[in-house]
DNA sequence: ATTAAGAATTAGTTGAAGCTAAATTGTCTC
DNA sequence: GAGACAATTTAGCTTCAACTAATTCTTAAT
């Protein structure tokens, strides 16, 4: 009922429960209680009391004991986050010499806090880019982003050559670990062989050469047929 | 008694009371209960609420009906930041575009979320520079700052060569007016007639021609003998 | 159909930081 | 020295967002 017209400035924890349930409701599903617990590391009432006053204040759906999904409203605040989010990480990599293991952070704290103006200027100073320096793309400043169906390295195709265009972990340790092997947006990769139980995964990068990682890392590179 | 060595985080209340703090007790006095309010625009018992915390916590001394007064560690988390402060208003204006009038918000909502880390890089690609867009001295990272003794335009010897050092404002119309009539840092500025009575003050700017000012914008331009 | 396990929710508490109204203290004047 | 007035503080309430403990609901297995 409340703020159809008026775009109330939004709380730091508001902010932050509506990024996680975008992410976790991306797949078409319900986010859950207990994993958006799992996600912001709180209690699962806490949850119960913050999904009362989101959907209170119209940004979620909620069906008791089932979970909840966004509104256009919550959708349109959530996307706003993560363009927030993943411009500060481009421009903070760019222009002030962060790792890109490292940007998450500090991103994490500065989305609560810029003006959409800042973020404008940013995206501006960096040519309106399109992807985040994992690959994420940016939701524009109108609230769209791009939808491609990418494949982890896990299940692509043996023997076929794929573009890798996007790491889906903000984890510092793994993303070194990636940077080091030439594991980055951009590169082409094809898997040679893939072992079974969930076993490691031989794979080629152009350019570079052999490569060997385990089904977790694989899992988390996302590809694109070439 | 607490907080010897830890290095607690800071709540954004706080940083915003340590700063005004800071600004308020600066001329070697107290700063009183109801300036403070004034400045912060709260309630005068909130901010009796929020100096008992303060106190507890050993960031403030405490003299009851008299005022307050920032201890060594008070001082070093309100000139952490002024430096957080200063740092963002010329990085915004130096690399974003930014007015002189209109970095002031931006930055008071960015210096409660950025890490020292960040501060330092901005400092860093600016050259470590040592004034802000505003000619305010900008505090070290080990939290020195300068301390020179300007004169306010308004108490300058007429006749005698100055430089305009600093503005002493962040309100966006007084400093869109100054800058168009090219009252910035750095200028030289004699003072030739200055009326009695809080009248206006008459004088001659280095590169530019004669401007009369009133009173009140004279107060705010901080001059030193050329 | 019942029951046990697990997930979700409600109830009640806490701490920050704001508020108003009431009480207190300090100071200035007569 | 006694008021009077302003400034300050205390008392008590509100909201947000967390917590623990207790309760309720769903689901799946016997």
């Known amino acids: 009922m409340s703020a159809l ?26 986010a ?3 994993d958006i617990a799992a996600m912001l590391l709180v209690a699962p009432p ?38 927030r989010h993943r411009v500060l990480e481009l421009y903070l990599t760019e222009r002030l010499q962060y790792d890109w293991d490292g940007v ?17 200027r940013m995206a501006m100073a960096l040519g309106n880019p399109q992807y985040d320096p994992h690959g ?32 889906d972990t903000e984890d510092p340790a793994r993303l070194r670990y990636l940077a080091e092997h030439g594991l980055v947006p951009g590169k082409g990769v094809t898997v040679t062989e893939r072992q079974p139980f969930n076993g490691p995964v031989t794979l080629t990068l152009v350019p570079g050469g052999e490569r060997v990682i385990g089904q977790e890392l694989a899992q988390l590179l996302l590809c694109k047929r070439a």
């Open 5 to 30: 017209l008026a775009d109330v400035p939004l709380s730091r924890s508001v902010e932050d429960y509506l990024k996680v349930i975008y992410h976790l409701s991306s797949q078409g599903g319900f």
């Open 46 to 83: 806490s949850v119960s009391g913050m999904v009362r006053r989101l959907s209170d204040s119209g940004l979620i759906e909620h069906v008791p004991y089932r979970g909840v999904q966004l509104t256009n409203q919550g959708r349109r605040a959530a996307l706003r986050m993560i363009r």
């Open 136 to 167: 994420a793309p940016i939701p524009t400043a109108a609230g769209e982003i791009e939808e491609t169906v990418l494949v982890p390295l896990a299940e692509v195709e043996v023997g076929a050559p794929y573009e890798l265009r996007q790491v």
């Open 32 to 34: 859950t209680t207990s």
């Open 104 to 120: 998450h952070d500090e991103a994490e704290r500065l989305e609560h806090a810029v003006s959409d103006e800042l973020i404008d």
